[in-house]
Every structure is written in C-alpha cells, then in structure tokens.
C-alpha cells in the first residue's frame, strides 16, 4: 500500500531564481517525454542543450505562465511533500470567455523521478480538477505524447478520455531529399 505523503504548494514566483530555473528544467523534461518520436531519437541531453539555446522557447514559457498568473484561478505551483526540495509542479490555466463554458488546461505537470509511482501525479490531478470546478471550469483538458505511456495510464486511470488527437509528418529541406518527378 502506498504511503499517504502530504503535498505543500507552494505558488511560483517567477522573480525568485530558483523557482523560474526549476520551472524552465522541469518543462524541457516534459517537452522531451511528450515530444514526437523523431524528436526524441536523440539523447535527452542533446535535446536540453538545443532547449536551453534557444532563449525564444525559455522567454515563451516565461511569459505564458506570467500571463497565466494575471488570473488568480490559475494554478502555477511547485510541489513540496516533507522537507525542502521540491517533488514536482503543476501549471493549470483557465481559458474561455464564455461563462458557460470555461476549461482548466493542465499545460505542465511534473513529478520528480525518485517520487514516481506513488500517487503523487494522481494527487496532483485531482488537486487541479477541484481548483478547476470551484473556479467554474466545466472541463479539464490535460494532454501527452504519443510515446509517455506512464502518462497515459496515469490520465485514464483518472477517468480523463481522449477528445483530440494530432499528427505530425517531418517535411525534408528541399537540398535534402529529391523531389520525385510525376510524369
């Protein structure tokens, strides 16, 4: 049976160092685990160096998640369980201008590695689903990679349904590979 942790949020300061480079971290690990399979046929460090070059990606997160934090319904938290180091973060925005239909967004929910398996993103879910319905979210979405089966589980497990699905194809640079000639 597992051990019932109790979780401490603790909301993101982006002014704060440490939080905003445990945010930028965290989410290029994410990205990596959700990415598409030709994305991540390279070595994870490989990928974080090129996330980590290109300031653009960082400066984005940034900003969505300070935009994000304009509404105070949103959820931008880091997660501690006893002690001082955090065990993951969630990052849940709420959309929609229509009263009857507004929708939380679970963009970012990280767990650390050595905490897996222990309830905690099933926590964490269900933290973000009762802030969602007591903000008046009629929904919350919260999306994956094709390849994070874990993640997947974990989704379905809580009763989350596929309601979206998407495709990607690599186009070649045109000095890459030949156009076929139709005749």
Known sequence: MKEKMQLYHVPIDLNRGSDKDYVLERHCRINYACDSPWATAIPYET????WFKNAGQQAALVSALADSRKDPRTIADIVYADGDEPVGY?????????????????????????????????????????????NGAKVIRSGTGCQNIPSQA???????????VEYEKVLADAGQTPVKKIE
Not at 47 to 50: F, P, T, V
Not at 154 to 164: E, P, V
């Open 154 to 164: 974990m989704h379905q497990k809580a009763g989350y349904k596929m309601y979206r």
């Open 47 to 50: 990928y974080r160096a090129a």
């Open 90 to 134: 969630l990052w849940a925005p709420f959309h929609g201008e229509d009263p009857a239909f507004v929708w939380a967004g679970v963009e970012d929910i990280y767990v650390e590695e050595e905490y897996r398996r222990k309830g905690i993103a099933a926590a964490l879910m269900t933290y973000a689903e009762d802030k969602a319905r007591q």
